[in-house]
């Protein structure tokens, strides 16, 4: 058996498998040299596993940063393109590729990986775990209310992208776990694809952009918004008195929102359609690290001693005590009793924030043999839900 990282020449046989696995056997004879050529190609990097039979599965680390709140922006593996060829299935290869790529990401300081699941349990056995909520809405086009704001709505150009960029990166200060996009990243959230338009409108009052939605083409019955975000209410009434406007051509609008968001106050229908479900999959790669990274809020100070159960990155597995002040923390590993035992997949959930720690506690998936310690904990995490808004 040999893992490695797959080169340039071997991206096309690569693809092979990424056919059979997500495609349907769909055929590309180019891809190779189109993903060469894309100008919005992101960095990563792409690990192989042959056996005596040749390339068998793979795995893609795709190199993102992250906003963790107003104050810190994260290196995170975002894993994609997990394949193994279905008469190697049964064999671990997938598990094999995945504690590689947490060797690889931990070597490279990404100390926090995302992943979109396509099971739960297969993840969490080697700790990822879900993170986050989202609220998914179905809302009737007839149903929304005009709003003198909409006044303050136009259609955005291609110079009004700093200021689009800088109400995202406003907004996602707001929360843990939104992608920071670089040129590339905003190109595939607002160019028109190949065979779509795209369309992008902006509530700008006082000159300033406080709020954008943009999606690309349409369909009558229900049109998704790729992103709907709002700095403050009157920016939210106004955008959806936007689509209002849109009744001649579209029944419902869908959209994924935080849930923190606040539709349900701005317009609630009983034609609202509501469904809830976790945002994606996190684990945290290296707790020393993660907790090193991690910035407290001003005025939170303390000590915590907390040990961590890790059955796939060893590294992890210990007893960690973070003493925290003015922003910042100071971890060392110790032999001493811990006021707060989890595992690695709550840990990833305390540390993104949702589900919270009085959530996690409740749920029995920690225990706790301080109070003190576990309220020292809780100083230490406070801050903002996880949400994102983009996947891969």
């Not at 539709?263 to 359609?273: A, G, K, T």
């Not at 796939?312 to 007893?319: F, S």
């Not at 305390?350 to 720690?357: F, I, K, M, S």
Request: a negative charge; proline letters at 4%; glycine letters at 8%.
């Amino acid at each position: 058996m040999e893992i490695r990282e797959i080169t340039e020449d071997e991206i096309q046989d690569a693809f092979l498998l990424s056919a059979q696995a997500f495609s349907q056997g769909g055929r590309d004879d180019d891809f190779a040299t189109n993903r060469r050529n894309d100008p919005n190609r992101l960095p990563s990097t792409t690990y192989g596993l042959w056996d005596q039979h040749g390339l068998q599965a793979k795995v893609a680390v795709i190199h993102y940063r992250q906003h963790f709140g107003p104050d810190c922006v994260f290196p995170m593996g975002g894993i994609g393109g997990v394949v193994c060829l279905p008469a190697s299935r049964g064999r671990g290869y997938a598990g094999i590729m995945l504690r590689h790529a947490l060797d690889k990401m931990r070597e490279s300081g990404e100390f926090v990986s995302d992943l979109f699941p396509f099971s739960w349990e297969f993840y969490r056995r080697l700790g990822w775990e879900w993170v986050g909520v989202r609220n998914d809405y179905v809302v009737l086009t007839r149903t929304l209310l005009a709003d003198k704001g909409t006044e303050e709505v136009r259609a955005a150009t291609v110079a009004d992208r700093p200021a689009i960029q800088s109400c995202y990166t406003t907004w996602a200060g707001r929360y843990r776990g939104l992608i920071e996009r670089d040129v590339k990243l905003w190109n595939r959230v607002l160019d028109d694809s190949a065979k779509e338009y795209a369309y992008t409108f902006v509530y700008e009052p006082e000159g300033k952009v406080e709020g954008y939605l943009t999606f690309k083409g349409w369909k009558d019955k229900e049109t998704r918004l790729r992103e709907f975000v709002v700095l403050t209410p009157r920016a939210q009434r106004a955008l959806l008195g936007l689509l209002r406007r849109h009744e001649m051509q579209v029944d419902a609008f869908a959209w994924s929102a935080p849930s923190d968001d606040s539709l349900w106050h701005e317009r609630y229908h009983w034609d609202v359609q509501t469904r809830t479900q976790p945002v994606t999959s996190a684990r945290v790669v290296d707790v020393a690290a993660a907790l090193s990274a991690w910035k407290p809020n001003a005025g939170a100070s303390g000590q915590v001693t907390i040990r961590v159960k890790d059955d796939v990155a060893a590294w992890n597995t210990g007893t960690w005590q973070t003493d925290f002040s003015e922003g910042h923390s100071v971890v060392r590993a110790v032999t001493s009793e811990p006021d707060v035992s989890l595992d690695i997949q709550a840990f990833t959930q305390a540390y993104h924030g949702t589900p919270g720690l009085a959530s996690l506690r409740k749920a029995g998936r920690l225990d706790v043999h301080s109070e003190a310690g576990y309220e020292a904990l809780c100083r230490l995490l406070d801050g903002p839900p996880m949400w994102m808004n983009d996947s891969f």
